[in-house]
């Protein structure tokens, strides 16, 4: 078996080299940004794995030889799943790598807009000192955290946040209500934003969930209500948002992740005095990105092995 790793931004990929030697796959690495490069790199591939670059029917059906597809992350929104699927192509992801990194970094964004963390520290770097200097701040335990799904991450947010926030509700059209915690009050997609004063987005982005948060859900927010993105920056219409924040529905934002990243510095999201900004960064811990290079580098090894990838998003045509 010959593996591309097409992309990468992790300082080097020795953890993937050392498997795949162990393994006895032969590996090739680039930094593919467009179709055409990942074409021209994986020649004779049966296998990719990927980060950011773009793998479609293009990809496909140019080198009908690649048999599956592994993303680097529990997204996989870089790999078009549908032309996977009509070429008979597997798609493998590794969704529980970095659950507890990602759920606690929301929560500490979103009590950090809360609490004013953030302004406390500037005021006091530039001489105040006082505890009004960070304006009126609402009592955590008044306020009902919505969780826009319920999938891993949403659980583990909905569970460390039950004895933060009054109410924890749930929004998610895939989940079961036997799946839904005791503590986890299902409602509707336009309920959790008329009733939140947190929103905390947890969902994959596809075509139904793409610029899913825009004026026509922001407007149900109740004035000085706070949202926080850390699953991807697609589900959000930046316009919107900005439009939100300016007009007071929104008392601030917390975001990881944006519809293009990195930023333009002097972008007005950016900018903005009440957004607070982190970079991709909700997955990482040491051993949280250790694990997802492991678990997603495993995929293309257990496929050659046994047919299958330990993760499945898409099954593909059987391994002969």
Same mark, same amino acid.
Do not use: N, P
């Given at each position: 078996m010959k593996v591309l790793i097409t992309d990468y931004d992790f300082p080097d990929v020795d953890l993937e080299l050392a498997l795949y030697k162990a393994a006895g796959v032969e590996v090739v690495t680039a930094q593919c940004r467009t179709?055409?490069?990942?074409?021209a790199a994986s020649a004779g591939c049966q296998g990719l794995l990927v980060q950011y670059a773009p793998v479609n029917a293009k990809v496909f059906a140019a080198r009908p030889e690649i048999r599956i597809a592994s993303r680097y992350g529990a997204g996989f929104d870089t790999i078009n799943t549908d032309d996977a699927a $009509?070429? =008979?192509?597997?798609? =493998?992801n590794s969704p529980d790598y970095g659950v507890g990194e990602v759920s606690t970094h929301a929560l500490a964004m979103a009590l950090d807009l809360i609490r004013n963390i953030t302004v406390y520290d500037?005021?006091? $770097?530039?001489?105040?000192?006082?505890?009004?200097t960070a304006g009126i701040i609402p009592r955590a335990?008044?306020?009902?955290?919505?969780?826009?799904g319920l999938g891993r991450i949403g659980k583990r947010m909905a569970h460390i946040s039950r004895n933060?926030? $009054?109410r924890v509700i749930a929004y998610d059209p895939y989940i079961i209500d036997g799946d839904f915690p005791a503590y986890v009050e299902r409602?509707?997609?336009?309920e959790l934003f008329g009733q939140a004063d947190v929103v905390s987005l947890h969902t994959p982005l596809n075509d139904d969930t793409r610029n899913m948060v825009d004026a026509s859900l922001l407007k149900l927010l109740k004035p000085n209500s706070y949202l926080v993105n850390s699953a991807r920056g697609g589900l959000v219409d930046i316009d919107d948002l900005l439009a939100a924040l300016e007009s007071n529905r929104l008392k601030g934002a917390a975001l990881d992740v944006l519809p293009v990243e990195p930023p333009e510095t002097?972008?007005?999201i950016v900018q903005h005095k009440r957004v607070l900004l982190s970079p991709h960064a909700a997955f990482y811990s040491d051993i949280a990105a250790q694990e997802l290079r492991r678990k997603a580098a495993q995929n293309l090894i257990d496929w050659d092995r046994t047919g299958r990838p330990s993760y499945v998003v898409v099954e593909g045509k059987k391994n002969n």
């Open positions: 179709e055409d490069e990942v074409i $009509k070429y =008979g192509v597997w798609v =493998g500037r005021a006091v $770097k530039a001489g105040q000192w006082h505890y009004t335990s008044e306020m009902t955290l919505g969780l826009v933060v926030f $009054k409602v509707g997609r336009e002097a972008s007005a």
